[in-house]
């Protein structure tokens, strides 16, 4: 066995024990997967493999042409093999963070036993992708690195699992509030309040993070806001007269509400990763949507940032959307999440 293979036998040998990796394993497996993830693409422009990348659907064509005899890799099954054993020690050395995660984040939530499995199971997806990108190079801890795709697998799984996704009615009157003072002119020629005006009428104090928090659940289209609602007497009231106290904002909510909401960016952003420009593609589509920094930008805004036509903006949304709508099919998320974003 090679120098390599041993040392790699001696860090599953230590993992097994419940012993933690080193940064210098850490290291060592990641420099195994990335070899491998090299020669993998290498494979794929050779036609060996069907998959582009050593990542999602890589992985399981890796391990079925390896259990039944490895013989087309050639000189790379060695190298092959041991990735797979490495992404199984780093799987096996981190899944009890994804555990403390899940079950950290059910008990914040209220959810059962049943639900913790299922955000468990979400968020060891997560952990895997996190072993496909991280770069020890960056200087950070594997688990710092892990915990950011763990806690965003987690919170997916809690998409998926059928909860019910809810604004209290607290924050809804304030999101009401919110639109009303900011909505265009009316008909009795009332200019809308810009920003700093509509968060001094609405005489709600907070932070500058709870505000953006704020216009973003507002912007986002993901709840119906309109100007009645009933407090409690079964009669419809003004967003003007419902709302009775500007300290019945729990800033916990909104706080919440808005991880719900980069939850919901990082889908689409995941939705929209393929493509030569998808990066482009995706910053016009969360500027369209309100996800990027609080406020919906028009076409001709987009158009501007750009340097393209109001009418090309309008084609890459219309795209987007139905890039999106096909993520939420193949990855069981309700579209309702989604609010009117992809409706």
């Given at each position: 066995?090679?120098?390599?293979?041993?040392r790699l036998r001696e860090i599953t040998s230590r993992v097994g024990e419940g012993e933690l990796l080193t940064a210098g394993e850490e290291s060592?497996?990641?420099?195994?997967?990335?070899?491998?993830?090299?020669?993998?693409?290498?494979?794929?422009?050779?036609?060996?493999?069907?998959?582009?990348?050593?990542?999602?659907?890589?992985?399981?064509?890796?391990?079925?042409?390896?259990?039944?005899?490895?013989?087309?890799?050639?000189?790379?099954?060695?190298?092959?093999?041991?990735?797979?054993?490495?992404?199984?020690?780093?799987?096996?050395?981190n899944y009890g963070l994804v555990r403390d995660v899940a079950i950290g984040y059910a008990r914040l939530k209220g959810l059962n036993e049943d639900?913790?499995?299922?955000?468990?199971?979400?968020?060891?997806?997560?952990?895997?992708?996190?072993?496909?990108?991280?770069?020890?190079?960056?200087?950070?801890?594997?688990?710092?690195?892990?915990?950011?795709?763990?806690?965003?697998?987690?919170?997916?799984?809690?998409?998926?699992?059928?909860?019910?996704?809810?604004?209290?009615?607290?924050?809804?009157?304030?999101?009401?509030?919110?639109?009303?003072?900011?909505?265009?002119?009316?008909?009795?020629?009332?200019?809308?309040?810009?920003?700093?005006?509509?968060?001094?009428?609405?005489?709600?104090?907070?932070?500058?993070?709870?505000?953006?928090?704020?216009?973003?659940?507002?912007?986002?289209?993901?709840?119906?806001?309109?100007?009645?609602?009933?407090?409690?007497?079964?009669?419809?009231?003004?967003?003007?007269?419902?709302?009775?106290?500007?300290?019945?904002?729990?800033?916990?909510?909104?706080?919440?509400?808005?991880?719900?909401?980069?939850?919901?960016?990082?889908?689409?952003?995941?939705?929209?990763?393929?493509?030569?420009?998808?990066?482009?593609?995706?910053?016009?589509?969360?500027?369209?949507?309100?996800?990027?920094?609080?406020?919906?930008?028009?076409?001709?805004?987009?158009?501007?940032?750009?340097?393209?036509?109001?009418?090309?903006?309008?084609?890459?949304?219309?795209?987007?959307?139905?890039?999106?709508?096909?993520?939420?099919?193949?990855?069981?998320?309700?579209?309702?999440?989604?609010?009117?974003?992809?409706?």
């Open positions: 066995m090679s120098s390599d293979g041993n060592y497996l990641s420099g195994v997967i990335r070899k491998a993830q090299t020669e993998f693409e290498s494979l794929h422009t050779r036609g060996v493999v069907v998959s582009p990348k050593l990542e999602f659907e890589g992985w399981r064509e890796l391990q079925d042409i390896l259990a039944a005899d490895g013989q087309a890799f050639g000189d790379s099954r060695s190298l092959l093999e041991e990735a797979v054993r490495a992404r199984e020690v780093y799987y096996q050395a639900q913790i499995d299922e955000l468990t199971q979400e968020g060891g997806h997560k952990l895997l992708r996190a072993i496909e990108m991280f770069d020890p190079g960056m200087g950070n801890r594997f688990s710092t690195y892990a915990y950011w795709w763990i806690r965003q697998g987690v919170m997916s799984g809690e998409l998926k699992s059928g909860s019910d996704f809810t604004i209290p009615s607290r924050l809804v009157r304030e999101l009401r509030r919110y639109r009303l003072l900011t909505k265009p002119t009316d008909e009795k020629g009332q200019e809308a309040m810009n920003d700093q005006e509509a968060r001094s009428k609405a005489k709600v104090e907070m932070d500058d993070k709870t505000w953006l928090a704020l216009k973003r659940i507002a912007n986002a289209r993901m709840v119906d806001l309109d100007e009645t609602e009933s407090f409690g007497d079964g009669e419809g009231a003004s967003v003007g007269d419902g709302v009775e106290d500007p300290n019945a904002l729990d800033p916990e909510e909104v706080a919440y509400q808005n991880q719900r909401l980069e939850l919901v960016e990082a889908l689409v952003r995941e939705a929209l990763s393929e493509g030569a420009r998808s990066g482009r593609n995706t910053e016009i589509v969360l500027r369209r949507w309100g996800l990027h920094d609080g406020s919906i930008w028009t076409l001709e805004e987009v158009a501007n940032e750009y340097g393209l036509t109001r009418e090309r903006i309008r084609q890459i949304e219309s795209r987007s959307i139905n890039k999106v709508r096909g993520y939420v099919r193949r990855n069981n998320v309700k579209q309702e999440y989604f609010g009117d974003m992809i409706s």
